[in-house]
């Protein structure tokens, strides 16, 4: 049970779910009579995206992914981002939305917006599970947010300590003895 790692449950899965829904909606809004290329940052993104996707009425998007890395180990952020997997599709001219799990430094995010908007894509906008804006250090904002959260380590639905916890359906803080 991994339950017992936990040091408070924030979000579960029907308040998760909900959200999204909700957050879909103001997206789909957005983009009506648009195709966008919903880019995926791999792994952490693969639960909410593929809620996130499947509640969008965009028919005419396509979805892709990329893999960077900016965590190694451990809880802190690197500042280099180093992109491991690439897009398949083109961006250049396209409406693209990037799924990412979470908005921490800002520092992965900033640095992964700056290579993208290199390609000269038509419109770039971040669409986050989670936000710490309170650990920012390098200032980017997300245009879509489903949930503002405090500091303190969370995993689950996606995010992982050491790669572990991501399956979990629901989104805790995990308890910081098991990281200290
Ligand atoms: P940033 O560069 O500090 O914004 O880091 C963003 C990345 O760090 C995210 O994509 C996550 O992979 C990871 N990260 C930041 N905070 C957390 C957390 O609380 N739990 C799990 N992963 C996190
Ligand atoms: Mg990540």
Same mark, same amino acid.
């Not at 648009?34 to 952490?44: D, F, M, N, T």
């Not at 965009?58 to 690197?78: C, R």
């Not at 390609?119 to 947010?145: F, G, M, W």
């Given at each position: 049970?991994?339950?017992?790692?936990?040091?408070?449950?924030?979000?579960?899965?029907?308040?998760?779910?909900?959200?999204?829904?909700?957050?879909?909606?103001?997206?789909?809004? =957005?983009?009506?009579? $648009?195709?966008?290329?919903?880019?995926?940052?791999?792994?952490?993104?693969?639960?909410?995206?593929? +809620?996130?996707?499947?509640?969008?009425?965009?028919?005419?998007?396509?979805?892709?992914?990329?893999?960077?890395?900016?965590?190694? $180990?451990?809880?802190?952020?690197?500042?280099?981002?180093?992109?491991?997997? +690439?897009?398949?599709?083109?961006?250049?001219?396209? +409406?693209?939305?990037?799924?990412? +799990?979470?908005?921490?430094?800002?520092?992965?995010?900033? $640095?992964?917006?700056?290579?993208?908007? $290199?390609?000269?894509?038509?419109?770039?906008?971040?669409?986050?599970?989670? =936000?710490?804006?309170?650990?920012?250090?390098?200032?980017?904002?997300? =245009?879509?947010?489903?949930?503002?959260?405090?500091?303190?380590?969370?995993?689950?639905?996606?995010? =992982?300590?050491?790669?572990?916890?991501?399956?979990?359906?629901?989104?805790?803080?995990?308890?910081?003895?098991?990281?200290?």
């Amino acid at each position: 049970m991994m339950e017992q790692d936990m040091q408070e449950i924030l979000f579960t899965r029907e308040q998760l779910s909900s959200r999204i829904k909700e957050l879909a909606a103001q997206i789909s809004e =957005d983009y009506r009579g $648009k195709a966008p290329v919903v880019i995926g940052i791999l792994r952490g993104c693969f639960i909410f995206m593929a +809620d996130l996707v499947r509640e969008l009425d965009i028919p005419q998007m396509t979805l892709d992914f990329m893999s960077v890395s900016s965590y190694g $180990k451990g809880t802190v952020s690197s500042g280099l981002v180093n992109i491991k997997l +690439d897009t398949s599709e083109t961006i250049t001219g396209r +409406d693209v939305i990037l799924v990412e +799990d979470i908005l921490d430094t800002g520092n992965t995010l900033s $640095k992964l917006v700056e290579e993208l908007g $290199k390609r000269n894509p038509a419109s770039l906008r971040l669409c986050v599970l989670l =936000d710490k804006t309170e650990r920012r250090v390098t200032p980017i904002q997300a =245009d879509y947010v489903c949930f503002q959260i405090p500091d303190g380590f969370v995993v689950g639905c996606g995010l =992982d300590y050491n790669q572990q916890y991501r399956q979990l359906e629901y989104v805790g803080i995990l308890k910081p003895e098991i990281y200290e």
